[in-house]
């Protein structure tokens, strides 16, 4: 680690307002320590480095030419959004980020007026700021209001509805593409090579390329130069940009570190716009920081790290992370099964399908952010024939939820789910919990929902997804590594609708759904030496659900308790369904059902996390005393 940076201008920058004072020169500096401070809060915290580095002209400039925060800028995403929080007040918390009780890694509304709209998920921020251009025009309020989005999450279906939208009602917006070239891996798609083509073999003049819409919001000087740009961009376009034809007024592309001319160019938007208006910056992800600018992910994601070197510090681990353990499989099984196809919406590396694109690259489909289509794409692929597992983080799968229930579900097609980041993940915080996904998949019918106990199972889990040919199925698994147990040689499909007994005991019957089941072992130990030997099951399956086995359970122990990593309406409510419809209940069984809390969870650890969800073992302990009868006296778990 190295000392704080010296930044004499910026610290002179409290909030917005202080940098009208400054003149551009100075606000150059302010954008050179800014970017140094960026790099030392990260190199301490962690999270999202190089999206924020490509943006510093672009905050400042912002900053210094709109008023907020009248005036509202909605960072799409919002993980690029950390030099905007050291200049609208935050800076004193900036080594906070992520963590337990700091600030967070995206907007949030709750947090700061300078963050009008809250982020986390890509794609949002054009219809947001639409929204607040029409209140702004309804309400009379005035004010501005500016998207600022990637290459990568323009390319998402809502972006287009936004501008489709936008384009129509012909309001006063502002949508600032920042185009680094970039996604968390190399952008796919055709946009992505429509916007290279937009600047390729256009090097950066003084004012690049403009075309005929934003003509006329240019001060003098540089109506010539664009005359000649817009000259330049239709030898390379046919018909004008698709953002003019969308009925935007295109300005660009600019080179969005030239901070003198985006000054210049969001002062004569300011001034003269009043329609949609669409600046295409080109910067760079992880710009200024040579071990970011020259990492594959261009610094997207890092964990601590020294500043000098770059090198991050990495967690010591006993086990494959689940998700390797998930990819791992896959490969094995589609060697075995060309007709398994593997789709990822723009997380190769993260969803582990890296590792299936190398082994099989005519069978790995990226799809860019674009979950939705991930999902019918995939349907498609079923009725094709083909044998498609739909690789989603949790979160993003509530994008697809009528792709699943309108061309998966209905239509009991083959497809089938790999939910990576199940439950809660930590640092992203509630934005990115995958809280929700087995209370939507399980009221499905036809469809089976699994959750993988441990890095074993998940194994055996891939093996029954490709076993599975009758309809959709999903399986669930959390962030992070497993628990270290003996990996088996090969997946050998589970019976579907069945658990299994992990230990036998009596009173009290512990169901586990999902990897809660680490922490339910431990709260048995606990409670075996207060004299009260629980028998633990791990159901294996929300959907079908063991009758036979939550029957037997409710039948042979005066209490029944289920625990399960996602929110109420999921696997707990369907056994509690069981056992009303079954009139287990008029029998006088005590049941309880421990979900994740009616609320949304800040960041923090995950563990501790689940503490604040009161699931860890601790709280797995009580619960059963609670329930039994029993006073808690003594020790914990
Ligand atoms: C709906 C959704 N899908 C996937 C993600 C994961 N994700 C976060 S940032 C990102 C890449 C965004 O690329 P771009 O918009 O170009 O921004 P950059 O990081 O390049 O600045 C992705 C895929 C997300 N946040 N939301
Ligand atoms: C901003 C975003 O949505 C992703 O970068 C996300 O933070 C990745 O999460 P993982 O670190 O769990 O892959
Ligand atoms: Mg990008």
Same mark, same amino acid.
């Given at each position: ?12 920058? $409290? ?33 999202? @480095? ?46 906070? @980020? ?194 970011? =600018? ?35 499989? @896959? ?22 399908? $890296? ?209 399960? =990593? ?58 059963? @005393? ?12």
């Amino acid at each position: 680690m190295t000392d704080r940076p010296k930044t004499p201008t910026l610290d002179r920058v $409290n909030l917005p307002v202080d940098l009208k004072a400054l003149s551009d020169r100075e606000l150059r500096h302010v954008a050179d320590e800014l970017r140094a401070e960026t790099i030392s809060a990260v190199s301490v915290t962690g999270g999202h @480095l190089g999206a924020g580095l490509g943006v510093v002209e672009l905050t400042v400039a912002l900053h210094a030419v709109f008023d907020t925060p009248r005036d509202k800028i909605i960072w799409d995403v919002g993980h690029q959004c950390y030099p905007h929080k050291i200049l609208t007040g935050r800076r004193d918390r900036i080594r906070t @980020l992520r963590t337990e009780g700091g600030l967070a890694g995206f907007t949030k509304r709750s947090e700061s007026p300078y963050d009008p709209f809250g982020a986390g998920h890509s794609s949002t921020s054009i219809s947001a700021a639409l929204g607040f251009a029409a209140a702004r025009d309804l309400t009379g309020e005035g004010g501005d209001a500016i998207a600022v989005i990637g290459d990568g999450s323009m390319s998402a279906g809502m972006a287009f509805e936004a501008m489709n939208n936008a384009g129509h009602l012909k309001k006063r917006l502002i949508v600032i593409l920042n185009d680094n070239e970039m996604s968390i891996a190399p952008p796919v798609g055709a946009l992505s090579s429509y916007l290279s083509r937009l600047y390729a073999g256009a090097p950066f003049q003084d004012f690049k390329a403009a075309a005929k819409g934003a003509l006329g919001f240019l001060p003098e000087p540089f109506q010539e130069g664009a005359r000649r740009a817009k000259e330049m961009l239709k030898s390379i376009t046919v018909g004008g940009t698709l953002f003019e034809e969308l009925g935007f007024s295109y300005v660009g592309p600019i080179d969005g570190h030239d901070l003198e001319q985006l000054l210049a160019i969001l002062r004569t938007v300011k001034a003269r716009a009043t329609g949609p208006v669409l600046i295409h910056a080109i910067t760079k992800k992880g710009k200024g920081y040579a071990p970011a =600018e020259e990492a594959r992910d261009r610094g997207h994601a890092t964990s601590k790290f020294n500043v000098l070197t770059g090198e991050q510090t990495k967690a010591p681990s006993n086990a494959p992370s689940y998700t390797k353990v998930f990819a791992q499989s @896959l490969v094995k099984e589609a060697e075995r099964d060309e007709r398994i196809v593997a789709v990822t919406a723009a997380m190769p590396d993260g969803t582990g399908l $890296n590792l299936f694109a190398e082994r099989f690259p005519n069978r790995c489909f990226d799809v860019g952010i674009a979950e939705q289509h991930a999902v019918t794409f995939s349907a498609g692929m079923a009725a094709g024939g083909l044998r498609p597992f739909c690789a989603l983080y949790s979160t993003f799968l509530q994008r697809g939820y009528d792709q699943i229930v309108h061309d998966v579900a209905i239509q009991r097609l083959p497809v089938r789910f790999a939910i990576d980041r199940a439950g809660l993940v930590g640092a992203d915080g509630a934005t990115h919990a995958g809280a929700f996904d087995v209370a939507f998949l399980a009221n499905l019918p036809g469809f089976v929902v699994m959750a993988a106990a441990d890095e074993a199972e998940l194994v055996h889990m891939v093996a029954t997804a490709v076993a599975h040919d009758e309809g959709p199925i999903a399986f669930r698994f959390p962030r992070g590594d497993g628990v270290g147990v003996e990996m088996p040689a090969k997946g050998v499909p589970l019976e579907i609708g069945k658990g299994r007994i992990v230990r036998e005991g009596s009173r009290v019957a512990i169901l586990s759904f999902g990897t809660r089941l680490s922490e339910v072992m431990m709260a048995a130990e606990a409670l075996t030496a207060r004299g009260i030997a629980p028998t633990v099951a791990d159901a294996r399956f929300a959907k079908p659900l063991d009758r036979e086995l939550i029957l037997r359970l409710a039948r042979d122990h005066e209490a029944l308790i289920t625990i399960e =990593e996602g929110a109420i309406g999921g696997f707990g409510s369907h056994v509690a369904q069981l056992l009303a419809e079954e009139g287990v209940f008029d029998g006088g069984i005590k049941f309880r059902s421990m979900v994740l809390p009616d609320t949304f969870i800040d960041q923090a650890s995950p563990e501790k996390m689940y503490q604040v969800a009161g699931m860890s073992a601790a709280e797995i302990e009580a619960k059963v @005393l609670q329930t039994l009868g029993v006073a808690l006296v003594g020790k914990r778990a």
